[in-house]
């Protein structure tokens, strides 16, 4: 088992509102990433930090944001949830440098009314 | 389009029987992962296969990569019940950054 942790594991909230999908992981890993998954359907990178004080957008266009101030955690923030937000949000982190693998935490299923 | 296609994208068979999941690609990679989703939950990593590698294996899993093809299998060996699950190739291209395939969902009947 992975030791990165997502929170809430689900969440279902109303248009408008903010949200902040929280994500820590105590494995010491420079690089974290978060990914939106509909059901079925595969991985799209939306966001990803090579390290304190770094955040790049991924190959995904969101309306989320993210900052990495502590090296374990990562927190993805929608400031005004809709309902085209649905998804599952998957973060994950590994080790810096090339060749290395991701570890996931369990992601949050987010459903916006 | 994206950068990994997997095929075929729904596998049923039968407890003992071997499965074989291929992954295409359109880009140079620096090295292809397998992982593994079980329903409603993150993903655990299989299987890394390096772009001057030609087979690995793991315990019952065996991937292969043809370079030349842009292309992946998978083989899981002896299947069980267990191994329910989705499965997912990624390629890293670099930065470390993976781009994921639809998945193959893999339904192993006892």
């Known amino acids: 088992e992975a030791d990165i942790y997502q929170t809430p594991r689900y969440l279902v909230i109303g248009t408008g509102k903010k949200i902040t999908l929280e994500c820590s992981q105590t494995?010491?890993?420079?690089?974290m990433y978060w990914y939106q998954q509909d059901p079925g359907m595969e991985l799209h990178l939306i966001h990803y930090?090579?390290?304190?004080?770094?955040?790049e957008k991924g190959d995904l266009s969101s309306e989320s944001t993210v900052s990495r101030i502590r090296t374990e955690h990562f927190p993805l923030t929608l400031e005004s949830a809709r309902p085209s937000h649905t998804s599952q949000y998957l973060c994950?982190?590994?080790?810096?440098?090339?060749?290395?693998?991701?570890?996931f935490g369990p992601g949050t299923r987010l459903l916006v009314l | 389009s994206q950068q990994g296609e997997e095929d075929p994208q729904a596998l049923s068979i039968q407890e003992g029987e071997n499965a074989t999941m291929n992954c295409s690609y359109k880009?140079?990679?620096?090295?292809l992962q397998w992982y593994r989703q079980n329903s409603g939950r993150g993903l655990v990593h299989l299987i890394l296969?390096?772009?001057?590698?030609r087979e690995k294996h793991s315990g019952r899993l065996r991937v292969t990569l043809d370079t030349s093809k842009k292309s992946s299998s998978l083989l899981i060996t002896a299947s069980r019940a267990a191994d329910t699950a989705s499965y997912f190739c990624?390629?890293?291209?670099?930065?470390?950054?993976?781009?994921f395939g639809e998945g193959t969902q893999l339904t192993v009947n006892p």
């Open positions: 494995m010491g890993h420079d690089k």
């Open positions: 930090s090579y390290g304190v004080n770094s955040t």
């Open positions: 296969i390096r772009s001057n590698e």
């Open positions: 994950a982190s590994s080790r810096a440098g090339g060749w290395k693998t991701q570890y």
């Open positions: 880009t140079s990679i620096n090295n």
């Open positions: 990624a390629t890293e291209t670099s930065g470390s950054r993976l781009t």
